[in-house]
């Protein structure tokens, strides 16, 4: 997941791989919320064909990917809002807040779909359609920021 994120050729500037990155996690927390597990997890079947195809770039890039201070071959985890140190002493920090807050989104949309005695896959369909929506016009508002 991380080496796909570090080698996908991002369009955009940093404002697109956040992006990108909130929506890949927006859906595994639809994902979460349906299947009702312990805990969200992010897997390589939710990224975008763009993201995935990052992946044939490891062979040229090997070097640069021996360079980095996380172990790529194991779970990486990030608490929200809270610290705390890897095997490796690095630390992760999740605290941002967004304009356009994709969790809120989802689980207020879930509940208000549930009540309206939709399925689950009624509900996912609404709330995926919602979440690309967002990152439609998030694009567009990008675009026409970098003409300027």
Known sequence: MI??????????NIGQLKSDIQLICAKDFLEYMVSKKEMVEVKLSTLAQNIQEGLFKIK??????SLLEVNLHEDVIFEGNKEFID???TFLVDNYKTRDDFYEIIVNNWGKYEKEGLTIQEIREK???KLMNILKNFCILLKIKMKR
């Open 3 to 12: 080496k796909a994120l570090l080698l996908y050729e991002c369009l955009g």
């Open 60 to 65: 040229e890039k090997r070097n640069e990917l």
């Open 87 to 89: 095997v490796k002493n």
């Open 127 to 129: 709330i995926g359609k």
